[in-house]
């Protein structure tokens, strides 16, 4: 059974910096697609950010050269840093996987085949 579970959230000031984990069981992360995505209160979800099976990484033009996506193999776990974090950035985080995806600079993002979602992470910037 897959499982990806989210953790690193918490409450910052603006301009500060939080760094996210997704744990990923069940499967190799490594052979999936995988994103950060996000959802402020009564807002829709969108995309953070992607990573491709080939390491080719997107971002959504809100968080472009604020925060950085990787993935460590070794521990199947993936990362989102995240630094000038300012109060529009507070969400919830969620980490998902697919055979295909990729978050558009838009903020949009697409799927192909099954997704697997964690629960999400709170995170909340303070002005």
């Known amino acids: 059974q897959v499982q990806l579970v989210e953790s690193g959230g918490g409450s910052v000031q603006s301009g500060g910096s939080l760094t996210l984990s997704c744990r990923v069981s069940g499967d190799t992360a490594s052979n999936y697609c995988m994103g950060w995505f996000r959802q402020a209160s009564g807002q829709e979800r969108e995309g953070v950010a992607s990573?491709?099976?080939?390491?080719?990484?997107d971002y959504a033009n809100s968080v472009k050269g604020r925060f950085t996506i990787s993935l460590d193999r070794a521990k199947n776990t993936l990362y989102l840093q995240m630094n000038s974090l300012t109060p529009k950035d507070t969400a919830m985080y969620y980490c998902?996987?697919?055979?295909?995806?990729?978050?558009?600079?838009?903020?949009?993002?697409?799927?192909?085949?099954?997704?697997?979602w964690g629960k999400g992470t709170q995170v909340t910037v303070s002005s």
């Open positions: 990573i491709d099976t080939n390491d080719d990484i």
């Open positions: 998902a996987e697919g055979l295909r995806l990729r978050v558009s600079r838009s903020g949009a993002y697409s799927f192909m085949g099954t997704e697997y």
